[in-house]
Structure formats: C-alpha cells, structure tokens
T-cell receptor
Framework: GAVVSQHPSRVICKSGTSVKIECRSL??????MFWYRQFPKQSLMLMAT?????????EQGVEKDKFLINHASLTLSTLTVTSAHPEDSSFYIC????????????FGAGTRLSVL | SQQGEEDPQALSIQEGENATMNCSYK?????LQWYRQNSGRGLVHLIL?????REKHSGRLRVTLDTSKKSSSLLITASRAADTASYFC??????????????FGKGTHLIIQP
C-alpha cells in the first residue's frame, strides 16, 4: 500500500519557538494532503487541506497564521506551528490521498508536539 | 466538526470472541470508512463501504451500513490480541468528487484479553 512518512515523530520545544513537521508521500504523488490534530484519548480533527501549488484550506476555528502549511511539491507538505504555546501541545497527523483510489487516505505515523 | 459517534467508547473482550462497534453519523455521506489506530501511531485504513452498499466483508472484518438510520457497524470475528487498538469510523464530506478531508467519529478503544 501507499506509504506516508512523517517527521519528526516527537518534538519538545520551548514556548515561543516555531516547529516544522514534514509529511511525505513515498511511492505516490499527492496533490492533496491533510493535516489533523488529535488530543489524548480523543478523535482526529481536520485542521486543513494542503493543496500542491496553491494555498491551504483551513477548517473553521484553525488559525492560518498559527499553522502555516506549505505544499511545494507533489510529495511534500509541511506544517509549521509558529510561536508555539503549551496549548498547542498535541498529536499532529498528516494524510495523503492516492488519486487512483476512492478517497482512502494513508496516514503518517504522527508527530507528538510538547511545548514547555 | 465531529459528526460520528461510536459506541461503545471502550470494549474489552476475550481473545477469540467477536467484537462489534457501532458508529452513527449526522449528515449524508458518499461512503463510510473504518480505520484502526494503534496507541500513539497513525491510522490504517481497514475497509470502505459505499452509500449504496449494505454490507461488506474483508477477511475477519464485516461492516454494515444503514443509511436510513445513519449508522454503521464493524464486526471483528475471532479476535486476536493484535486487534487491540482504537477503531474510528470516518466519512467524506462534500460531493465526494474531490479530495475531501475525513470527519472522524469519537472512536472505540478495543482491548483483547489473551
């Protein structure tokens, strides 16, 4: 099956710093990738849709200036959490859709962000 | 926003027994999918059922869909310890023709006792 790689798997940072998370589709091209956020023992919430070569589409309530998304190539999308604060601590997961398959999404392993 | 509600939220059974999880959703869907998440990891796609289908099988998995009740169930037969994980239903919003993000249910945490 399709493989999505997400890096880093874990990051601990100080409040006020920015953190970049990478999401790569390894064996297929993904014009669209998705970023989700998951709090402990809760479900995934869609944050934004990342579109290659154009601006990301953010879900209601998600600050686009806080969570910067760049999708510069067909295999890479990045999420940058800017000026991170403790409330940004969460599990961030990306996914990519293989265009040949009916909206089945392939997920990265996730990034656990802890902001001190 | 979360539109899916799974029940039970947690389920503990003995190895070899069958596990049934239910999911309800609120808006119309094009298809409904089930994913598994092992602790602290990403999600793995299990099975997809289209809105015009009522039942689908894949190995030890059986999923049903009742669009009149806006509900779905996932049955795992002959459970194994390796089935211990959280299970989420997910639906696609919109017309389905484009690449839409998924809306997830709250999930069922399944524990298989050896």
């Amino acid at each position: 099956g399709a493989v999505v790689s997400q890096h880093p798997s874990r990051v601990i940072c100080k409040s006020g710093t920015s953190v970049k998370i990478e999401c790569r589709s390894l064996d297929f091209q993904a014009t669209t990738m998705f970023w989700y956020r998951q709090f402990p023992k809760q479900s995934l919430m869609l944050m934004a849709t990342s579109n290659e070569g154009s601006k990301a589409t953010y879900e209601q309530g998600v600050e686009k200036d806080k969570f910067l998304i760049n999708h510069a190539s067909l295999t890479l999308s990045t999420l940058t959490v800017t000026s991170a604060h403790p409330e940004d601590s969460s599990f961030y997961i990306c996914s990519a859709r293989d265009m040949g398959v009916e909206n089945i999404q392939y997920f990265g392993a996730g990034t656990r962000l802890s902001v001190l | 926003s979360q539109q899916g509600e799974e029940d039970p939220q947690a389920l503990s059974i003995q190895e070899g027994e069958n596990a049934t999880m239910n999911c309800s959703y609120k808006t119309s869907i094009n298809n409904l999918q089930w994913y598994r998440q092992n602790s602290g990891r990403g999600l793995v796609h299990l099975i997809l059922i289209r809105s015009n289908e009522r039942e689908k099988h894949s190995g030890r998995l059986r999923v049903t869909l009742d669009t009149s009740k806006k509900s779905s169930s996932l049955l795992i037969t002959a459970s194994r310890a390796a089935d211990t994980a959280s299970y989420f239903c997910a639906s696609t919003r919109g017309s389905g023709g484009g690449a839409d993000g998924l809306t997830f249910g709250k999930g069922t945490h399944l524990i298989i006792q050896p």
